[in-house]
């Protein structure tokens, strides 16, 4: 089955610079990759997503980068905020016979310090 | 953050006690999905359903039982053969067609 692996699992920055999160994946028919952020205590919620047919997606501070080939995604965040700081989690979405799954990586934290 | 609600937000359990924790959609979502958090483990899928009537075991179904009786709900039950259910639930659902999911605020399970 799928497997996403996802590096750092903690991330110190100052503020200003900028954060970059890894994930690889194993499963070659995974065509989703979306990446969520998850405050203390509160529920994940999905701040960017790249699809397979794409390499690059960019939303303000926000980019991911696709490499299918190699199978590995990553976020890039610049011009880093304390109010960045939070788990991130990357997962990779399968689809079979109509359902779809997301399978996660372990997360990173990030603190961006002031 | 409406749409997607779960219940109660902490919840305690005695040691051989089931529990049913609650959640409920009101987008329309065809698909429904639980998953359990501990610290440093990410998100691992318990059960997930497609439509009503129909669901799935996931990567750590042991334990666990849900049903899926109505397209606006989907309990899932900690049984007490979950060796250790202390954890973060999640649930989440699914529009057809698409591929984000959204997330309840989940529910704190503490066995004592």
């Known amino acids: 089955g799928e497997n996403v692996e996802q590096h750092p699992s903690t991330l110190s920055v100052q503020e200003g610079d900028s954060a970059v999160i890894k994930c690889t994946y194993s499963?070659?028919?995974?065509?989703?990759f979306p990446w969520y952020k998850q405050e203390l205590g509160k529920r994940p919620q999905l701040i960017i997503d790249?699809?397979?047919?794409?390499g690059e997606k960019k939303d303000q501070r926000i980019a991911v980068t696709l490499n299918k080939t190699a199978k590995h995604f990553s976020l890039h965040i610049t011009e880093t905020q304390p109010e960045d700081s939070a788990v991130y989690f990357c997962?990779?979405?399968?689809?079979?016979?109509?359902?779809?799954?997301?399978?996660f990586g372990k997360g990173t934290k990030l603190t961006v310090n002031p | 953050d409406g749409g997607i609600t779960q219940s109660p937000k902490y919840l305690f359990r005695k040691e051989g006690q089931n529990v049913t924790l609650s959640c409920e959609q009101n987008?329309?979502?065809?698909?429904m999905y639980w998953y359990r958090q501990d610290p440093g483990q990410g998100l691992r899928l318990i059960y997930y359903?497609?439509?009503?009537?129909?669901?799935q075991k996931g990567d750590i179904a042991e334990g666990y039982s849900v049903s899926r009786e109505k397209k606006e709900s989907f309990p899932l039950t900690v049984t007490s053969a979950q060796k250790n259910p202390t954890a973060f639930y999640l649930c989440?659902?699914?529009?057809?067609?698409?591929?984000?999911?959204?997330f309840g605020p989940g529910t704190r399970l503490t066995v004592l």
């Open positions: 790249i699809r397979s047919n794409v």
């Open positions: 359903s497609q439509i009503v009537n129909d669901f």
């Open positions: 987008l329309n979502h065809d698909a």
């Open positions: 989440a659902s699914l529009a057809r067609g698409r591929h984000e999911q959204f």
């Open positions: 499963d070659s028919a995974s065509n989703y």
């Open positions: 997962a990779a979405s399968i689809s079979q016979g109509g359902s779809e799954k997301l399978v």
